[in-house]
């Protein structure tokens, strides 16, 4: 068992093929920041019996392009995803996660803040073929935009199985009005409003006190 710290700063164009294999009943966590030029990169996930695995990701980088294939060939393998991006460029995900086994267990969780001139697309499929039963197959994702460009999510669960738990969120937008309201109603100004609920919005989720310092060094360039 243990925890990995992956850095990038990529000071040109880049492009990453990242091959991660979980062996049996190992339990394993990442920690990743990228930050820096256009990268792009292809992870392959292969996990085996009861491997667990847990990433956690932050971006900040001028343009992003990431292929996430995830196989969870082992019974009872686990992993949970959690990217946290602040796109001040154009970023696409394609993320397809396997259940290649039953009683494996996938969560996905994608939460991203598109600046002034950003873009973002999510793309984020789970595959339960039939018989592989007691399987957990959950999504969430969600776009804070502060801009007027398109941005997509496209949540898809491809189910052949009836004994399994399945579930997607996907929401764009911006902050709640009645949320911004009521902070300032307590003394806030609106810019500090908006600053609380990014904080929460990004490190929510993160328990890593180093990631969530270097997630929020990132936020003060944007938000005090």
Not at 20 to 29: F, G, P, S
Not at 162 to 172: E, G, Q, R
């Amino acid at each position: 068992d243990t925890t990995i710290w992956l850095y990038y700063e990529a000071k040109e164009e880049i492009k990453l093929d990242i091959f991660i294999r979980v062996e049996a009943n190992v339990h394993v966590t990442i920690n990743e920041v990228r930050t820096g030029m256009r990268t792009k990169v292809q992870y392959k996930y292969y996990l085996d019996e009861y491997a667990d695995i847990k990433v956690n990701k932050f971006y900040h980088a001028s343009q992003v392009r990431e292929l996430d294939i995830i196989n969870l060939n082992g019974v009872g393998a686990n992993i949970r995803t959690v990217l946290k991006s602040i796109a001040t460029g154009e970023e696409k995900y394609d993320m397809m996660i396997y259940h290649n086994e039953v009683q494996t267990t996938s969560d996905i969780l994608n939460h991203a803040v598109v600046d002034q001139k950003g873009k973002l697309t999510f793309n984020v499929t789970s595959v339960v073929p039939k018989g592989k039963t007691g399987c957990v197959a959950n999504q969430m994702n969600r776009v804070i935009n502060l801009n007027d460009q398109k941005c997509k999510i496209c949540p898809n669960l491809l189910i052949d199985e009836y004994d399994v738990t399945a579930n997607h969120a996907a929401l764009i937008g911006k902050f709640a009005d009645d949320e911004l309201f009521y902070l300032q109603s307590r003394g806030l100004t609106r810019e500090e409003a908006m600053s609380l609920l990014m904080k929460g919005f990004l490190c929510s989720n993160i328990e890593e006190p180093e990631l969530l310092n270097i997630i929020k060094d990132s936020m003060n360039q944007y938000w005090r």
